[in-house]
């Protein structure tokens, strides 16, 4: 696609993947590759509406050792302020110079990440089962304003299934990081590990960063973490991000937090034909997940 004739909320494929007009540049993302990377880097990758905002707060809270008050959050800074997006436009020329540790997240697929990442640095991966995945994208696609407003719930499934969103396919994000955990220092942990309990995983991610906290600095970063918390919390809800980005009338970026939302969603054929499509994708893949809040409970 020519770039000139592209308006907002236009999807531009781009090697393969899909980015969105006027929030991503081509040119700069294809930079992101050969950046140099330094031992202390944290990138969280993720697909979409699978936990990024969560994975800032507790990466912002380990820093902080669970004192919420020091995140600079106070001067209305928002969690993806803090840690931002590599691949949003302008973004990649502040990583070059900013002090360590550098933590960023991304919705990138791997062949745009930094070569380096294989050397040194660390990667945290979460994944989130796809219906939930594709339930809290229907809805961010009201409340984002560089995305498109979706026809209606049907039509959005489609586009889903067919990876013609932002972020490309489901699958085929998920199975090229999953498959590649082992060619870096990665943690890969599923959203739903997080909800069944939180505290191990914030240990597990401590521990993975090599942070050092008590018992109640650990204690804190899980309780300023939980949804019913961090909904409380404008910056971690997104609240002051301006009206032209997001349609606050239109609901709030913490949505439900939890598992198994889609059963409100899908009808009886729709889930038919996504359980065929996953078994078609997913098929030899050694990945489970939970569909649903009672499996975990
Ligand atoms: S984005 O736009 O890609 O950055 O979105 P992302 O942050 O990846 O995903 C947003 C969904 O994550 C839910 N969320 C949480 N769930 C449980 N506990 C906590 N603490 C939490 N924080 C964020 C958020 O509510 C969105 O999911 P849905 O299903 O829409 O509620």
């Given at each position: 696609?020519?770039?000139?004739?592209?308006?907002?909320?236009?999807?531009?494929?781009?090697?393969?993947?899909?980015?969105?007009?006027?929030?991503?540049?081509?040119?700069?993302?294809?930079?992101?590759?050969?950046?140099?990377?330094?031992?202390?880097?944290?990138?969280?990758?993720?697909?979409?509406?699978?936990?990024?905002?969560?994975?800032?707060?507790?990466?912002?809270?380990?820093?902080?050792?669970?004192?919420?008050?020091?995140?600079?959050?106070?001067?209305?800074?928002?969690?993806?302020?803090?840690?931002?997006?590599?691949?949003?436009?302008?973004?990649?020329?502040m990583f070059i110079t900013a002090p360590s540790p550098r933590l960023r997240v991304t919705h990138l697929q791997l062949h745009f990440m930094p070569s380096a990442l294989s050397q040194k640095g660390k990667v945290i991966y979460v994944a989130r089962n796809p219906k939930d995945v594709l339930v809290?994208?229907?809805?961010?696609?009201?409340?984002?304003?560089?995305?498109?407003?979706?026809?209606?719930?049907?039509?959005?499934?489609?586009?889903?299934?067919?990876?013609?969103?932002?972020?490309?396919?489901w699958f085929e994000h998920v199975k090229t990081w999953y498959s590649h955990k082992n060619d870096m220092d990665m943690l890969f942990i599923t959203y739903e590990e997080m909800i069944k309990d939180l505290q191990s995983a914030v240990e597990r991610i401590s521990l993975f960063l090599g942070k050092e906290l008590t018992d109640e600095q650990l204690a804190n970063v899980?309780?300023?973490?939980?949804?019913?918390?961090?909904?409380?919390?404008?910056?971690?809800?997104?609240?002051?991000?301006?009206?032209?980005?997001?349609?606050?009338?239109?609901?709030?970026f913490m949505r439900k937090g939890t598992v198994g939302d889609w059963k409100n969603h899908f009808t009886a054929a729709q889930n038919e034909r996504f359980d065929k499509v996953f078994h078609r994708e997913m098929e030899n893949f050694p990945l489970a997940f939970n569909w649903d809040i009672m499996d975990i409970n």
């Open positions: 696609m020519d770039l000139n004739d592209a308006k907002t909320h236009e999807l531009v494929t781009h090697r393969g993947f899909k980015l969105i007009h006027g929030t991503h540049d081509p040119d700069d993302v294809d930079q992101i590759y050969n950046l140099e990377i330094r031992d202390s880097d944290v990138f969280v990758v993720t697909y979409p509406k699978s936990g990024t905002i969560w994975m800032q707060q507790i990466l912002l809270l380990l820093e902080a050792k669970g004192d919420l008050t020091t995140i600079n959050h106070l001067n209305n800074h928002s969690n993806a302020d803090l840690i931002p997006w590599i691949e949003v436009n302008g973004n990649r020329q809290s994208y229907f809805y961010f696609h009201k409340l984002a304003n560089m995305l498109e407003t979706p026809k209606d719930f049907n039509d959005f499934f489609e586009k889903f299934i067919r990876g013609d969103v932002f972020g490309g396919s899980v309780k300023h973490s939980t949804f019913n918390n961090m909904k409380k919390i404008p910056q971690a809800n997104y609240e002051q991000v301006p009206g032209d980005l997001l349609s606050h009338h239109q609901g709030t």
